[in-house]
């Protein structure tokens, strides 16, 4: 990494070098897939926490983020399933970026960065709330104690009310077929791949609500502009186009909710996981 500071597009295309230097397929298909992403989050948390802040982030899969935010001079603390932090190419990754990474195998538990006095300016939590299978109260307890009053996690994850979706579903029902995840992707996707539960912006609010009155939640929704559809693209990638042209105009209908939780005081928790007995 460099000395100073990089703006959000020259940490970006730093980190493309990275990733192409290390020749792992899936991580080049994953940073080319998501690289719209990247620079969209850079440039909000550049709006929202300008650097030195410091960030949490839950989730960073192949460092691809936290890299940048790095670059960026954000002081960086990335946790991932070990399946992810604790692969050689991770490791060393974090250890040439200045990031510390840490593997945890039980978010749900809500035992991590347990020192006393840690604290962080922002939780990165982007595309992630919608692989979530556990009870999340114990990570969401976490997540609360280590922000400092006024800090804010910054959530990004599918909008379940799109056209597409809402006509996909349809169809699924009318003919039968079920809801929900299809047996082929439960087959054919890795365990933390799947999208078990995608939500709307009120779903949202009333999720944080449910735990705690400091948490204040900002909604605002976005179509990912840098998705293009190939040249030879099918019927089925046309006609999704089409429809998602048409919501275009219409926010709570576009792909993608952006999410700002902030923690405005210290008054009282609400929920307890509940219990198996």
């Given at each position: ?8 597009s ?48 839950i ?11 790095r ?6 603390v ?13 490791r ?36 992630i709330?919608?692989h ?16 400092r ?6 959530i ?86 089409f ?8 926010p ?9 939780v ?16």
């Amino acid at each position: 990494m460099k000395d100073r500071a990089l703006s959000a597009s020259a940490a970006i295309a730093q980190v493309e070098e990275i990733v192409r230097g290390g020749a792992n397929e899936k991580d080049v298909a994953y940073f080319k897939e998501h690289r719209g992403r990247f620079e969209r989050t850079l440039r909000r948390m550049t709006e929202l926490a300008p650097p030195p802040a410091k960030v949490l982030d839950i989730g960073s899969h192949y460092l691809h983020l936290s890299l940048a935010l790095r670059a960026m001079d954000y002081h960086v603390v990335s946790i991932d399933a070990p399946a992810f932090a604790d692969q050689p190419l991770m490791r060393a990754r974090a250890q040439k970026g200045g990031i510390d990474n840490l593997a945890v195998g039980r978010l749900e538990d809500g035992d991590f960065l347990q020192e006393e006095g840690e604290s962080f300016d922002v939780v990165v939590f982007t595309e992630i709330m919608e692989h979530i299978t556990f009870n999340p109260v114990l990570l969401w307890r976490r997540v609360y104690d280590l922000l400092r009053v006024g800090g804010f996690v910054y959530i990004t994850t599918p909008n379940s009310l799109t056209p597409w979706k809402m006509l996909h579903v349809l169809k699924r029902m009318t003919t039968l077929a079920g809801v929900g995840v299809s047996p082929d992707e439960i087959m054919h996707t890795v365990t933390y791949g799947h999208h078990w539960k995608e939500y709307s912006a009120d779903e949202i609010r009333k999720y944080f609500a449910l735990m705690s009155p400091d948490f204040s939640v900002e909604i605002a929704h976005f179509n990912e502009d840098w998705k293009t559809a190939p040249p030879d693209a099918s019927i089925k990638s046309a006609c999704r186009a089409f429809v998602r042209g048409l919501a275009a105009n219409i926010p709570v209908l576009r792909d993608q909710i952006e999410a700002i939780v902030r923690v405005q005081g210290r008054t009282r928790w609400l929920i307890e996981p509940p219990g198996f007995i």
